[in-house]
């Protein structure tokens, strides 16, 4: 069973700049959650979703968004990037919400 | 408190075992788990007890749970240098999900 896959493994931004990251699943997972990772502040909790809804919201501004398809596979959305928003952004998945997780290797986005 | 709270570093010698600790905010926490993180790499599920657990053993891994104390202990035997990485609590309960700040596990040879 293939493992969570997050792409892209690396991307640079400037300022301004808007990104989508995106996030398959394990396969039968349905619920798919988002975290920030940096070295000051640990991990964030972004959003989850489970079979197309956001059920929970962590608290980051609106420029963080995301969405999550019929298949299962999600997108996060920063729009207007901060140089405060590089990080290591991790997906995780599982069978129900926020039980054994598994997560992919993480986008490492760094905001120039 | 409200944070998950972990020591942030921890030592050993190739051999010794290892005792990672933490303790956690809600004594109706449902699962407890603890993740390896490896540099460059996303978190592994490595093992996770039920609360209603007082231990669990896997291989060379031992879970202890003091639910009194809300206190969640990791014990890693006969620790390689392949076992140097950052390791993570974590609660959950219901749809939330909460994770310490991570030990980082140093293995000298």
């Known amino acids: 069973k293939a493992g969570v896959t997050q792409t892209p493994r690396y991307l640079i931004k400037t300022r301004g700049q808007q990104v989508t990251l995106s996030c398959s699943p394990i396969s039968g997972h349905r619920s798919v959650s988002w975290y920030q990772q940096t070295p000051g502040q640990g991990l964030q909790f972004l959003f989850e979703?489970?079979?197309?809804?956001?059920?929970n919201k962590g608290n980051f501004p609106g420029r963080f968004s995301g969405r999550q398809f019929s298949n299962s596979r999600s997108e996060m959305n920063v729009s207007t990037l901060e140089l405060g928003d590089s990080a290591l952004y991790l997906c995780?998945?599982?069978?129900?919400?926020?039980?054994?997780?598994?997560f992919g290797s993480g986008t490492q986005l760094s905001v120039l | 408190g409200e944070d998950v709270e972990q020591s942030l570093f921890l030592s050993v010698r190739e051999g010794d075992s290892s005792v990672i600790n933490c303790t956690y905010t809600?004594?109706?926490?449902?699962?407890l788990y603890w993740y390896k993180q490896e540099p460059g790499a996303g978190l592994q599920l490595l093992t996770y007890i039920f609360s209603n657990m007082d231990m669990k053993q896997d291989q060379r891994l031992t879970v202890l749970l003091n639910k009194k104390d809300k206190h969640l202990s990791l014990r890693i035997a006969d620790t390689q240098t392949g076992d140097s990485a950052i390791y993570f609590c974590?609660?959950?309960?219901?749809?939330?999900?909460?994770f310490g700040a991570g030990t980082r596990l140093t293995v000298k040879p």
């Open positions: 979703y489970f079979s197309e809804t956001q059920r």
């Open positions: 995780a998945s599982s069978l129900e919400a926020n039980e054994k997780l598994f």
């Open positions: 809600d004594s109706s926490s449902t699962y």
């Open positions: 974590a609660e959950s309960k219901g749809n939330d999900m909460r």
